[in-house]
């Protein structure tokens, strides 16, 4: 086994760590200085958001493998489902294949998908996941042309109304079984999965060769707003290496992506703070 | 199989949804308001807080049957592991016989049990069942004695750090199986369980002659509050008429407890309004 304790070569950042740049939080650093800060501190790729991509997507893909990092992945499709979409059926389909697009301009081997909550007027999920499913299938193809995988991220339940209708790793399984194809696959994240006591024998029973991404943070105790208050690994309650074992002993040997969302908190602090804190974190505690 | 259109028999009154008479509140109604209220408007039964009945269990349980009403359940013993227990093990072990006894003088069959979440120093959620498994297995003799059956209600994932331990009926299963006492069961909640779509299979499967109480409410597609805003029947996407066949599938004759916590809208209502609304929505929805 590697020595993690000395090795961030499987260290990815997320951006939305840093503040995604909006609304005032985050230090407002550029792609640029973002790369520079992580490949000074031994991070080995990279993820972005397409908000922070633009028209650069091939030049900030280049500039990340010439800092010798690689871009782990590209953050995300547009919703698919639900009340979030972004219009009809024909622009939420153009939308999903301009992010797949931007996947391969920048060389991102990994677009996530969040799948979007119930669909108004039904109930339950079960509609909901047949259209995710068939968007999905409408798209793979496209995908596989780009060489991009999709990694469908079920989320926690509690945003089982507006933002996914996947709420567990085995319903993220069925959903890629029904569809079917080869390069759709998971992304296993703490938050969302953290408090699933059969995430193991899940993982070890029907993940091989399926987790696309591991997304790394914590859930806090008394967390405060379910989307903004995300914990730094260590600052929660979830059993950060028994997930890590879990997801190494199904096969996984791709990035770790920390994915801090913490308006609060972490937002707040200067950036070169926030990756210091990652790199120990993640070397002491994951 | 019944006709639910007209009969309110099964309904069930869970005073929460009134408003607790706490902080403004409510209407301030006494239990006596409630009930006569309530057999008014054809509940069959009522499932009081502790904080309602003071030293007044006899009185009042013998107030809802001369209504021609059951007292349906008691709510609830402590939390019984993780950060917001009451005291030490004595204190927490007190107060939960104290509700037992509640329930027994009350004339309710059933007492609701929370888990309580993770505990402090532990990571995940393991340490903090077998913590929560020891308690119970300790209690069950004193309730059995009691007549009072005890229901582990799993909470939804999001109280998974600080309120419960047990985030799905599986896993309530499972550890009613560790504590393996005959009046040891479960409840069946539809804001916490609505997102489980392996739950009909699993009611199916291992759930016949457990489950001991089942809550009505809605999932809010826009939750704004997880703990106080919660839906009225019919004001979210839980697939309700899915659920209830589950439940019955599986055995379950008991009685439909409605539990809404809505602190910015039912709560800010006229209980009488609100109580008509109940039976509206259990008539045409449930």
Redo the contacts between chains.
């Keep these: 086994m590697r020595d993690f304790s000395a090795d961030t070569s499987a260290l990815a950042l997320n951006t939305a760590t840093l503040g995604h740049n909006v609304d005032g939080q985050g230090a407002g650093w550029s792609p640029e200085q973002v790369i520079d800060a992580c490949a000074a501190r031994g991070f080995g790729g990279l993820v972005f958001w397409r908000r922070e991509i633009g028209d650069r997507a091939v030049e900030i893909g280049e500039r990340v493998r010439a800092a010798g990092m690689t871009v782990a992945g590209l953050c995300r499709a547009p919703f698919l489902a639900g009340?979030l979409v972004c219009g009809d059926d024909a622009a939420i389909m153009a939308e999903f294949r301009a992010a797949i697009d931007m996947a391969a301009a920048l060389g991102a081997p990994v677009l996530t998908l969040v799948s979007g909550?119930?669909e108004p007027g039904?109930?339950?999920?079960?509609d909901s996941r047949m259209r995710l499913a068939d968007r999905i299938a409408r798209a793979a193809d496209h995908a596989a042309g780009c060489g991009v995988a999709l990694a469908l991220e079920p989320l926690?339940?509690?945003y089982?109304?507006?933002r996914t209708c996947v709420?567990t790793v085995?319903?993220a399984l069925d959903l890629c079984d029904a569809v079917a194809v080869p390069n759709l696959g998971i992304a296993v994240d703490v938050y969302h999965c953290?408090?699933?006591?059969?995430l193991p024998q899940v993982l070890a029973d029907r993940a091989r060769g399926r987790i696309l991404g591991y997304h790394l943070c914590d859930?806090?105790?008394?967390?405060r707003d379910?989307l903004l208050d995300r914990g730094m690994m260590g600052d929660?309650?979830?059993?950060?290496k028994?997930l890590r074992r879990a997801v190494e002993a199904a096969g996984y040997a791709g990035p770790c992506e920390v994915e801090v969302f913490s308006a609060a908190d972490w937002w707040r602090r200067p950036p070169g703070e926030v990756l210091d804190t990652v790199v120990e974190r993640f070397r002491t505690l994951c």
């Design positions: 009340p909550g119930v039904s109930k339950g999920t079960r926690h339940p509690v089982g109304g507006d709420m085995a319903e953290w408090w699933d006591s059969t859930w806090r105790a008394d967390t379910v929660g309650v979830a059993d950060l028994a």
